[in-house]
């Protein structure tokens, strides 16, 4: 057995039936066509939280990754199946725009990380593009932000907390952090998540983290 449908095994009979678990609320959904935007600092947790929103989705999806940081086994635990997932990696600016748009004329989700130097133009093309095809596209810009009048929904990272490591040494146990959303599927209305990740299959809402003040996320 290859090492890759190994993985596959493994990850298909414990997390694919995996979803953000909520005590209070659910981050909303989005409709064909729609985009999302996920701003904030890396290690706060946007990746992730992306990849559970990307799980809803029951047809093929795919990861544009410009960092080159992306492992698919990380979306294998939330849930989304190796056989559905495509992964795509790019980090120049023209090709990069190219590949976008060839993703979102074939799969039902996209979850596109922006480098740096992606003309505003090129993302409001992307965004109209997604509306023309109904295809969800979720956008993570490296640096900066997503132009106005694009999203449907803007997801941004408040503040991080991290528990189980002391000055560098010790396990990181629990990831805590906050979000706000806003935007047309909001109705209005700015809300702030707060969400609890310990590493495992899924990624829960929470309320009342109490976390400290932002800024101390690494990675």
């Not at 706060?44 to 992306?50: K, N, Q, V």
Request: glycine residues 10%.
């Amino acid at each position: 057995m290859s090492q890759v449908a190994s993985l596959k095994s493994q990850v298909s009979s414990a997390t694919l039936d995996s979803r953000l678990s909520t005590r209070d609320s659910r981050l909303p959904s989005l409709q064909p066509g729609q985009v999302a935007s996920l701003v904030g600092p890396p290690g706060y947790g946007l990746t992730r939280l992306g990849l559970v929103m990307l799980s809803e989705h029951a047809g093929p999806v795919a990861y544009l990754d410009a960092r080159g940081w992306f492992n698919p086994l990380a979306a294998w635990e939330v849930g989304i199946d190796p056989d559905r997932l495509l992964v795509v990696r790019c980090d120049d600016l023209v090709r990069w725009s190219r590949a976008a748009a060839a993703l979102l004329e074939g799969v039902d989700a996209v979850f596109a990380e922006i480098p740096g130097g992606v003309k505003d133009a090129v993302i409001r093309k992307l965004g109209t593009l997604a509306r023309n095809r109904r295809t969800v596209l979720y956008l993570r810009p490296i640096r900066g932000r997503v132009p106005s009048g694009v999203a449907h929904l803007a997801v941004e990272a408040q503040a991080v907390t991290w528990e189980g490591a002391d000055r560098g040494h010790g396990r990181i146990e629990v990831r805590r952090s906050v979000v706000t959303a806003s935007g047309k599927t909001m109705r209005g209305i700015t809300r702030t998540i707060e969400m609890e990740d310990d590493g495992s299959d899924t990624m829960r809402v929470v309320s009342g983290l109490g976390l400290a003040e932002p800024g101390v996320a690494i990675g």
